[in-house]
Antibody, heavy 119, light 107 residues
Framework: EVQLVESGGGLVQPGGSLRLSCAASGFTVSNNYMTWVRQAPGKGLEWVSIIYSGGSTYYADSVKDRFTISRDNSKNTLYLQMNSLRAEDTAVYYC?????????????WGQGTMVTVSS | DIQMTQSPSSLSASVGDRVTITCRASQSFSNYLNWYQQKPGKAPKLLIYAASSLQSGVPSRFSGSGSGTDFTLTISSLQPEDFATYYCQQSYSAPRTFGQGTKLEIK
């Protein structure tokens, strides 16, 4: 079964760090573009970051220089390292696969992991 | 960055109604436009990709159209399970922006 399972969310103080993981099964992370999307409580979807199969990475301006997307091919897992966290980073974080044959649509999503930044 | 604007922001409709949601982009990008459905507490689900292609397993009452800057999502006959929030998203360039969402509620 093709699926994504996120983990690593939790409560962190402002200025702190957290690393989210997204374990994939049923497909190979390194052969696909992979992305992170977040949703603040009661708000809409906000794209966060993407990593291409070739390794190029891109970020939303709101997280640039604070967040880092990466992957571990041996573990078939995607990561999001989040540093210098702010209250406005509080959200459910979803990882998703970018379908290769669908004009870049996000076809497989994880269940989400909640990150709360608060003192 | 490409801005995506959906309308309306919310919509009340009845079971059996035909509903259309629109999405306008701040610049043209052919058909790199996708639609997602999200229910409370759940991850988004891909409905339509490349503006008009139906994702596998999605009922045929959902359809998409448009190109360039103006796109629409149509639900031909609303079913009870269709009441949810819908988002458009451009996948033409980073940042891969979403519209603000359209909440579809039961009248």
């Amino acid at each position: 079964e093709v699926q994504l399972v996120e983990s690593g969310g939790g409560l962190v103080q402002p200025g702190g760090s957290l690393r989210l993981s997204c374990a994939a099964s049923g497909f190979t992370v390194s052969n696909n573009y992979m992305t992170w999307v977040r949703q603040a409580p009661g708000k809409g979807l906000e794209w966060v970051s993407i990593i291409y199969s070739g390794g190029s990475t891109y970020y939303a301006d709101s997280v640039k220089d604070r967040f880092t997307i990466s992957r571990d091919n041996s573990k078939n897992t995607l990561y999001l390292q989040m540093n210098s966290l702010r209250a406005e980073d509080t959200a459910v974080y979803y990882c998703a696969r970018v379908a290769g044959d669908s004009r870049g649509a996000f076809d497989i999503w994880g269940q989400g992991t909640m990150v709360t930044v608060s003192s | 960055d490409i801005q995506m604007t959906q309308s309306p922001s919310s919509l009340s409709a009845s079971v059996g109604d035909r509903v259309t949601i629109t999405c306008r982009a701040s610049q043209s990008f052919s058909n790199y436009l996708n639609w997602y459905q999200q229910k409370p507490g759940k991850a988004p689900k891909l409905l339509i990709y490349a503006a008009s292609s139906l994702q596998s397993g999605v009922p045929s009452r959902f359809s998409g159209s448009g190109s360039g800057t103006d796109f629409t999502l149509t639900i031909s006959s609303l079913q009870p399970e269709d009441f949810a929030t819908y988002y458009c998203q451009q996948s033409y360039s980073a940042p891969r922006t979403f519209g603000q969402g359209t909440k579809l509620e039961i009248k």
